[in-house]
T-cell receptor, first 112, second 112 residues
Framework: GDSVTQMEGPVTLSEEAFLTINCTYTATGYPSLFWYVQYPGEGLQLLLKATKADDKGSNKGFEATYRKETTSFHLEKGSVQVSDSAVYFCALSDLGYQKVTFGTGTKLQVIP | ETGVTQSPTHLIKTRGQQVTLRCSSQ?????VSWYQQALGQGPQFIFQ???????GRGNFPPRFSGLQFPNYSSELNVNALELDDSALYLC???????????FGPGTRLLVL
């Protein structure tokens, strides 16, 4: 079945550091890929998405590129802020969008 | 535009009891999905409703059941609660099948 593997956290960075959170997936067909963010005590917010190979999703300075050849969708940001501290989930959706399959999440802590 | 809302925000039940959680989908959305997020884990798909019919189900027992109403709001019912049912329950809506899912803030259920 479909699955998502993302790097374990927590990841601790200083403000203005470069962020990479690795994500790889296993799926049949050509899924859509997502990054969701969860702030403490809150639900999930869609951060960005990509629906086909070589698409780049971007939002709020975050970027991720759909790499079919490496089955990856790594999240990057050039300069993190304290307000980016949250848990980040990589996810995929099957062709019919019947369900979203999530990774286990990576906690990011940004210190001033 | 109102986003996805869920009620109640928190709930405490005892083992063996029954619980009903509610979700109002985002305006214009006719598809609702429910997820269970255990502490420190990614959300797991429970089931999806499209135009009042169940459209798919994850690996959850029959004591997890649901409904979708003509206004596309939805309920998740769990019978014979077990301690392991303690989790954050998330509802997500989308404008139709095949569209991006947007999540509500969740209901945190504690079973004692």
């Amino acid at each position: 079945g479909d699955s998502v593997t993302q790097m374990e956290g927590p990841v601790t960075l200083s403000e203005e550091a470069f962020l990479t959170i690795n994500c790889t997936y296993t799926a049949t067909g050509y899924p859509s890929l997502f990054w969701y963010v969860q702030y403490p005590g809150e639900g999930l917010q869609l951060l960005l998405k990509a629906t086909k190979a070589d698409d780049k999703g971007s939002n709020k300075g975050f970027e991720a590129t759909y790499r079919k050849e490496t089955t990856s969708f790594h999240l990057e940001k050039g300069s993190v802020q304290v307000s980016d501290s949250a848990v980040y989930f990589c996810a995929l959706s099957d062709l019919g969008y019947q369900k979203v399959t999530f990774g286990t999440g990576t906690k990011l802590q940004v210190i001033p | 535009e109102t986003g996805v809302t869920q009620s109640p925000t928190h709930l405490i039940k005892t083992r063996g009891q029954q619980v009903t959680l509610r979700c109002s989908s985002q305006s214009g959305h006719n598809t609702v999905s429910w997820y269970q997020q255990a502490l420190g884990q990614g959300p797991q798909f429970i089931f999806q409703y499209y135009r009042e019919e169940e459209n798919g189900r994850g690996n959850f027992p029959p004591r997890f059941s649901g409904l979708q109403f003509p206004n596309y709001s939805s309920e998740l019912n769990v019978n014979a609660l077990e301690l392991d049912d303690s989790a954050l329950y998330l509802c997500a809506s989308s404008s139709s099948l095949g569209e991006t899912q947007y999540f509500g803030p969740g209901t945190r259920l504690l079973v004692l």
